[in-house]
């Protein structure tokens, strides 16, 4: 017999993120809080925080029993070549056991429960030794990787250069490190600063620890940040992804956080409150001009080099990677 056991389902994925990950597991656990449901995480085995961060993936009591999924609703911006999201109210009103599949990129999807954050993600006691490290560090929290293979991602020379400026305004004369994904392309990018030497975790206990950050348009920083017990400073790239972009637009609406300060190409600093209320008409906009839908499958072209053998693109990507730095991750 069923038990009619309600639940939110998140599912971890191969190709994410550590933070897309915990997005979607911050997401989940808030509309199951919000909803009166259980939570469950599948595929912890695929978690890429497993070694330093604890969460907790619940148990479904009726595992047996049909589960509908729900997808969120993602916007392609042919302007800004770029699939978009805001927050999808659809999700206030779920089927009773449903898995849900998206971005929930926006603190909208965490209803109030900033401060339950850090009880639903916490660190290992190693990290947060090694955080204290930080706490006389400003960070520049640099993206490359895959980034590089989409040029539209990758924040310019020009933005780093006027993030200094104002982390030096703010801060005096302070002592600045590099935490990125890519070592090899930050010492060839910003090579008159130092880059942290570590892992995942390394990189993660440093931007909970710094004194103040500037930060990419990557999901990475947010958690370690928002986890903290104080309020650091905070500077990320206004329209997030599409950086300086003639559109003028929020490439996703969702990527605007409280109390954290934005800039702009020309150098302009904008508060949260000035960015949300950007944020919220692009929202709309995309809420009531984009109105077709179609199968995933429609949005995923299937490259030439699928041909090529898998071990050798990983030889020409570790090449070119160490050939051109700047350019290939």
Known sequence: MALDYKIIQTKFLAGQGLGNQLWVYAAGRALAEKLGRQHVVLGMDLFKGRDFLDIDAGMDLDAAAPIEQ?????????????????????????PSRVQINGLFQSERYLYGNMRDLSTWIRPSKYVQKI??????????????GEYKRHRSFILPRSYWDMAINVL?????????????????????????????EGGVAECYAALMGAKALAVSNSSFAYFPIKTRHDLPFVLAPEHWARYGHSGGRWA?????YQGWTYLSKSGTLFEYSDCLKAAEVDAAYYEA?????????????????????????????????????????
């Open 70 to 94: 729900f997808n969120e609703t993602l916007y392609y911006d042919p302007i800004l070549k770029y699939f978009s999201s805001t927050y999808d109210n659809r999700v206030e009103s779920l």
């Open 131 to 144: 955080a204290t490290n930080y706490k006389d560090v400003c960070i520049l929290n640099l993206r490359g």
């Open 168 to 196: 030096r305004m703010k801060l005096g004369d302070t002592k600045i490190m590099v935490v990125t994904d890519d070592p090899a392309y930050a010492q060839a990018f910003l090579p008159e600063f130092p880059v942290l």
């Open 252 to 256: 996703m609406p969702s990527n605007v």
């Open 289 to 329: 001009t984009f109105n077709v839908r179609v199968p995933e499958q429609m949005l995923t072209n299937v490259p030439l080099t699928r041909f090529i053998p898998v071990t050798l693109k990983r030889f020409i990507k570790r090449v070119a990677a160490y050939l051109f730095p700047t350019r290939f991750g």
